[in-house]
């Protein structure tokens, strides 16, 4: 199963020339997943080529401009491409209505539905399941209600091997048990262990988002050990005043929780447009934590 | 004085990987015009070096989402770099509200005015004008209450000969008087007549934008002779019932207007998604209008 992020905005929020405002796109199997959606979010997903038929769910941290300006944009673009299927979107309550009020200027009707997914915020919830994956959200501690999301794959059925399938005539409607760890029994009442039958499958993949939020030990239990976690880093070390000011976090305070929860990899993002040249973020996050990575537009992680 | 349009997007309702939705700006001499503003038009003034700060005046054509869906984010830029001085937005009367509603949701107060000026739309008005400029609306033909905008340059006073007012000793409180034209008498009474004084200034310069709109002859009278006309051209003649439906113009429609408008230049743009290559709506106008050029973003045009 193919497991990749994209980050389409690494800015916080004001735009450079080469940072757009915040999104990530989410693609588990061909089915996709957008985290927040700044101003220019659409022009990022054409540009790297995601399917726009097949992007439902939409998951938004929090009502900062920065982060919902390209809804409008991108709800339209949708309904302009002759959209059927429902668009879901989950977000704090009133975003349903500042959606709908401004829209309604705009369109008398969509051709598709949106649903709203109200989030709580305040405590973590699940807020999606299917089959394959889940995703829960976490609060984060920013100057508005926020959130974090953590995507997580499912536990997968073993692997059957093809040529045990053969060797000991084992029935289809026995292969979903085998695959789910039971022995197979043959006509003759020999008991064939799973080990034999079976291989692992892959380890299943998580990935933490985390953004926009001030440094909080809180959010560790929610991320601990995942494969890949976002932590913004708004801010430089030299300008830590200003992160607590506005409830961000400095590329240290990002590499701090990431040296707790123990990601194999960390990313910082969302930075201040004050900054021309972000390596100096990335050395101040790896003297605390070494495998990080900063965050550019475009940058795709394959997990 | 310098008199300049820059092309920030010419895509109609959907962007395409190399078109941004609606937006042009316009400036003359240093200051600074922005007509329509879809999503993403921050993104475009950054990337072509606009002054953010010399930005004082936003010309709305409609409220359909492609020419407005850029002013939030915009606003919220204004806003956080410190803007001071007040932001004029020329346009229907219901942008107020839509955007003060939406704003609203996501700043208790902006830290700088934002001054509405009511177009009628129904009829020709003066909507802007100073010393040196004037902006006039006029109607289009679209689907719901759209205007074009013409910008003209005011007639220059007379430039002043240098070694003139040396030889005739012309004291300064005069100077102003024989700009305007007026012969100059010495002391000792000898009319100079004003042709010996001053010589021609530049001819004003003239802008006119027409978007969304389709082939509509009632606007001949608002754009004749202008340095530079801006027709929409949706459609490619091939699509000509889908121009009449959605009331946009094809490429030989804007080219028909401007042949009986006769500006000195046209250029087309507000393409559809669909054409990929615009060569074949570029050579459908000039078949018509020869001095024809294609739109591109980033296009600048100095007149």
Chains 1, 2 share one sequence.
């Not at 020339?17 to 957008?34: D, G, I, P, Q």
């Not at 020999?190 to 990935?207: A, C, D, H, M, Q």
């Amino acid at each position: 199963m193919s497991f990749s992020v994209t980050i389409l905005g690494s800015s916080s929020a004001l735009p450079t020339s080469n940072r757009y405002l915040t999104a990530h796109l989410l693609n588990v199997n061909e089915r996709f997943f957008l985290i927040d959606c700044g101003e220019g979010t659409q022009f990022q997903l054409r540009r790297y080529k995601a399917k726009f038929s097949r992007l439902d769910h939409i998951f938004i941290t929090h009502l900062h401009g920065d982060h919902v300006f390209g809804l409008p944009g991108l709800i339209s673009t949708f309904n302009l491409l002759g959209r059927k299927n429902a668009l879901h979107i989950y977000s704090h309550p009133h975003l349903e209505k500042i959606l709908h009020q401004f829209l309604s200027n705009f369109y008398a009707d969509l051709d598709f539905p949106v649903v709203y997914h109200t989030l709580n915020l305040a405590s973590s919830e699940l807020v999606f399941e299917d089959d394959k994956l889940e995703v829960l959200s976490f609060p984060l501690k920013h100057r508005i209600p926020t959130c974090g999301f953590v995507f997580r794959e499912k536990p997968r059925m073993r692997n059957i091997r093809k040529d045990m399938i053969d060797y000991y005539k084992i029935p289809i409607r026995e292969i979903p048990n085998v695959k789910r760890g039971e022995d197979f029994i043959t006509e003759e009442g020999i008991v064939i262990p799973n080990g034999r039958l079976t291989f692992e499958s892959e380890t299943p993949k998580s990935y933490a988002f985390c953004s926009d939020t001030a440094y909080s030990t809180d959010i560790l239990p929610y991320i601990r050990e995942v494969d890949l976690l976002y932590h913004e880093a708004t801010f430089s070390d030299t300008d830590r005043d200003r992160a607590i000011e506005t409830f961000h976090s400095t590329a240290s305070d990002a590499a701090r929780i990431a040296l707790q929860a123990n990601p194999k990899k960390l990313i910082i993002g969302h930075f201040s447009a004050r900054y021309k040249d972000i390596t100096q973020l990335g050395e101040e996050a790896r003297k605390i934590f070494i495998n990080t990575d900063t965050a550019e537009d475009g940058m795709v992680i394959t997990l």
